[in-house]
């Protein structure tokens, strides 16, 4: 085994984060994403490894304090990031995927309100063939777009975002603000 996120050993080193590390819990750790889909997106890590969660090695405790710090953090991202506009998330989209890292993790996804003209176009885009354009407008004018798409259309751009046209100073200064934002309470 040589994990991503534990190497050879099995278990979390925190160190290993640095200006990524957030807070530790008994069986978890969070951390800022490498990289970030949008601002304030979040990794929660079980310290153990254990591949996914349906992995048949995973305690009820860890169970249980990973979906606890699902729900912490979601609820302090919701309440205190704003994204590079200033604008708050209307969502925090949680995704178990351990595809790339085979180490269970979540994703917590902030989705911030309104949708973006480029946003809108590539829903349309997107949906066109499956849905009557009717019912894509609406669903446009009603801000009710969500979902899958919108993951799908971070994971495509994300590069292409504010966080990304910084150098990787700048890069580290805006996640230590991040950071300290989530530690304030
Ligand atoms: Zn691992």
């Known amino acids: 085994m040589n994990c991503k996120f534990c190497g050879k050993n099995g278990y979390v080193d ?13 069986y978890c ?5 490498r990289e970030p889909y949008n601002r304030g997106h979040t990794l929660v890590i079980l310290k153990k490894h254990r591949c996914d969660i349906a992995d048949k090695n995973l305690s009820l405790l860890e169970r249980k304090d990973f979906i606890e710090n699902i729900y912490y953090y979601s609820k302090l991202l919701k309440r205190k990031i704003k994204n590079e506009k ?26 911030y309100h309104p949708f973006n003209e480029k946003e809108k176009n590539s829903y349309r885009e997107f949906f066109i063939n499956r849905d009557k354009y009717e019912d894509i407008k609406k669903a446009i004018k009603k ?10 259309l971070r994971e495509k751009d994300y590069k292409k975002s504010y966080f990304w046209k910084k150098n990787k100073r700048q890069r580290n200064k805006e996640r230590k603000k991040i950071i300290k934002l989530l530690n304030s309470g």
């Open 86 to 111: 200033g604008r708050k998330p209307g969502r925090i989209y949680v995704a178990i995927l351990c595809d790339g890292v085979k180490h269970l993790h979540a994703h917590l996804i902030p989705r």
């Open 29 to 33: 750790i969070a951390v800022l994403a």
């Open 14 to 26: 925190k160190r290993k984060f640095k200006y990524r590390f957030i807070r530790e819990s008994d």
């Open 143 to 152: 801000q009710d777009m969500g979902g899958f798409w919108y993951m799908f």
